[in-house]
């Protein structure tokens, strides 16, 4: 999804106070896995 | 690194309650990531892990100490064989702790997306995709920004997420060309 029609589609389903968010978090998938380590 | 979706630092590996940066009692400096698993794999993740310390020395202190966190028994078990693995191919035990994880708490605002809160024009264009600070540090676009700025990631990377990163034409110029000098064996 491109940018324009990402934003677009988001103008339509929700108020004027929200939020353009970037398509990457638009697209972010629900199910993921998390990793955690201490760098040093 | 592809399907990184959202990363954040904190404390972890201690039993103090509530810890913080300038009262982190036994605690490590810890970065967590979410990843897609469709994308990368907890053994993609732990290859870096690995490649980013030297695994043969023992830490000595426990803010900057080097520790492999387990979730489950499932990543108990991969990070296990990963070491095991190392440690056959490099002939000597590896000393980096593997740990179950316990608690991490989330590190104050102002350590979250570090490089990226130091870029002021980059800001302001987040600061207008988040108003609300939690979002801005659990944004994915954010991850990944902030991610190039520390020099991660190569130019064939971002060019190939550039258009979904939420930018102004003017501030993905900016950060490409960035990108294009840091890794400009890549370009």
Redesign the interface.
């Given at each position: 999804?491109?940018?324009r029609r990402a934003r677009a589609a988001q103008s339509e389903s929700t108020s004027d106070s929200a939020?353009?968010?970037?398509?990457?978090?638009l697209?972010?998938?629900a199910?993921?896995?998390?990793?955690?380590?201490?760098?040093? | 690194m592809d399907g990184v979706?959202?990363t954040r630092v904190g404390y972890?590996?201690g039993e103090k309650l509530n810890p913080t940066y300038h009262d982190l009692g036994d605690h490590?400096?810890?970065?967590?990531?979410?990843?897609?698993?469709?994308r990368t794999s907890?053994e993609e993740?732990?290859d870096l892990?690995w490649r980013?310390?030297d695994p043969t020395h023992a830490?000595l202190w426990t803010q900057?100490?080097?520790?492999?966190?387990f979730?489950d028994p499932q990543?108990e078990r991969v990070a296990m064989a990963s070491r095991d693995r190392l440690e056959a191919a490099l002939g000597r035990p590896v000393r980096t702790e593997i740990r179950p994880?316990g608690t991490?708490y989330q590190a104050e605002d102002y350590h979250q997306k570090y490089r990226l809160r130091h870029v002021k024009e980059l800001m302001t264009e987040f600061r207008?995709?988040?108003?609300a600070e939690a979002?801005f540090i659990r944004?994915?676009?954010a991850a990944?920004v902030n991610g190039y700025l520390d020099g991660r990631g190569t130019l064939p990377q971002l060019e190939r997420?550039l258009?979904?990163?939420?930018?102004s034409v003017g501030s993905a110029a900016g950060l490409r060309q960035y990108v294009a000098k840091r890794n400009w064996w890549t370009a």
């Open positions: 999804m491109n940018l939020r353009l968010l970037p398509p990457i978090d697209a972010a998938p199910q993921f896995e998390t990793a955690t380590f201490a760098m040093g | 979706i959202r972890a590996g490590s400096e810890t970065l967590q990531v979410d990843f897609d698993p469709g907890f993740l732990l892990f980013a310390h830490s900057y100490k080097t520790v492999l966190f979730a990543q994880l991490f207008a995709m988040y108003p979002d944004s994915t676009s990944r997420e258009d979904s990163l939420g930018l």
